[in-house]
Structures are given as C-alpha cells and as structure tokens.
C-alpha cells in the first residue's frame, strides 16, 4: 500500500480572507459549492471552520461511493484540513493570498491507497477524478466570492 494524493489549484479573483471564510462556512457557503458528486451532505456539529463535523457521500465514480465523515480542525491561519474518520482521507484546503484582491486556493486529498494492480489504477485515475471534482467545487467558489 502507498499513499495516493491528488492535488487541484485556482487563483481566485477575491480576498484569501473571504475565501478561507467561504470555504469554512459549512452551514451556509459550502453546500453550495458541491458538485453532483457530493451527496448526503449534512453538518453533525459547529459550522464554522476548525472543530466542525461534516458528513457526506463522494461518488468518486458509479460504482465507487466513500461514506466520509470529516472533522474538521486547522495547521494554521491559512488552511482547512478535513480528516474523515471512516478511512485514511485527509483534505487540506490551503488559501494563500495572491494581492490584495486575489487568492491562491490549493486542495490536497491524501489516502492510502490499495495494493497490487488495483492500486496501479487507483494511483493513475483517482487523482485525475478528484481534480475534475474539486475543480468544479474551486469554480464554484470563484462564483460565490466573486463580488
């Protein structure tokens, strides 16, 4: 088993303040920023950035769905780190200010992944599944900050 990590950016046309605010905003903002793949979502306590629970299903594909349950807590003043108890996925959620009015958003997903050749694939395709899917979610935040 090795460790899988999938990685998106986006450059965002508002302040890291606002961002990191939006993306920490798990009542309010976040739902809707979820793309398709995101279903069942429901806060379980707090709401708002570090110390926070957050369930969801991520339908990663048809037939692979990962039941998360993520607790939510802080390295610093510039991230969200999500560590779902139900498996190995951690999600760090890094805003870094890129000027005054822009930000520099960077979503990290790291698992262990499996073995063997099933690993192989899991190693080649996930990450590029994820990218796709945290891609649309970064668009969708671009959308929400963007006043």
Do not use: C
């Not at 993306?23 to 707090?46: I, N």
């Not at 950035?49 to 998360?68: C, E, M, N």
Request: charged fraction near 30%; charge should be negative; glycine fraction near 8%.
């Amino acid at each position: 088993m090795s460790t899988v990590s999938a990685t998106t950016t986006r450059r965002i046309e508002a302040p890291a303040e606002r961002v990191l605010a939006a993306l920490a905003d798990y009542r309010g903002t976040r739902p809707r920023l979820l793309p398709e793949q995101f279903t069942d979502y429901e806060v379980v306590s707090g709401g708002d950035g570090p110390g926070t629970q957050v369930r969801w299903k991520l339908h990663a594909t048809k037939k692979r769905v990962r039941d998360v349950l993520a607790e939510v807590s802080a390295t610093d003043k510039h991230a969200l780190v999500e560590s779902d108890r139900n498996s190995s996925l951690v999600t760090t959620w890094r805003v870094e200010s890129d000027g005054p009015d822009a930000a520099e958003v960077v979503v990290t997903s790291e698992w262990t992944g499996a073995g063997g050749v099933g690993g192989f694939f899991e190693r080649t395709f996930a990450p590029r599944g994820l990218d796709r899917i945290y891609g649309e979610l970064l668009d969708n935040l671009a959308d929400a900050v963007a006043r």
